[in-house]
């Protein structure tokens, strides 16, 4: 199965922003809500946002919420996270996945190699 392509990390200061991307195939961000999520090493991974199939409807973790904004092009199959105001605490490698609310499908199994966050104080 084609994998998701996630881009667009990168090593900053606090209070700076960066904007990812996630290429994914057309038969996921067609069908699916879309979701990000990170894992910093030693953690769970955890959910971030999440777009609705519509692109009308996102929800946030409390962590990021009013700081970081989600959004679809769905004619490019990409999804973008936009990330303003970062802290040393975002810290993590990112990546994308469809998700059933806040959570990753539980069939889905075509991983990326995820884009890496560093942000230092």
């Known amino acids: 199965q084609v994998p998701m392509v996630e881009s667009g990390g990168g090593s900053v200061q606090a209070g700076a922003s960066l904007r990812l991307s996630c290429l994914a195939p057309?038969?996921?961000?067609?069908?699916?809500?879309m979701g990000w999520f990170r894992q910093a090493p030693g953690k769970e991974r955890e959910f971030v946002a999440a777009?609705?199939?519509?692109?009308?409807?996102?929800a946030y973790s409390d962590s990021v919420k009013g700081r970081f904004t989600i959004s679809k092009d769905s004619p490019r199959n990409t999804m973008y996270l936009q990330m303003n105001s970062l802290k040393p605490e975002d810290t993590a490698n990112y990546y994308c996945?469809?998700?059933?609310?806040?959570?990753?499908?539980?069939?889905?199994?075509?991983w990326g190699q995820g884009t890496q966050v560093t942000v230092s104080s």
């Open positions: 996945a469809p998700t059933f609310g806040r959570a990753v499908r539980s069939d889905f199994v075509s």
């Open positions: 777009i609705d199939l519509s692109g009308r409807i996102t």
């Open positions: 057309v038969r996921l961000i067609g069908s699916f809500a």
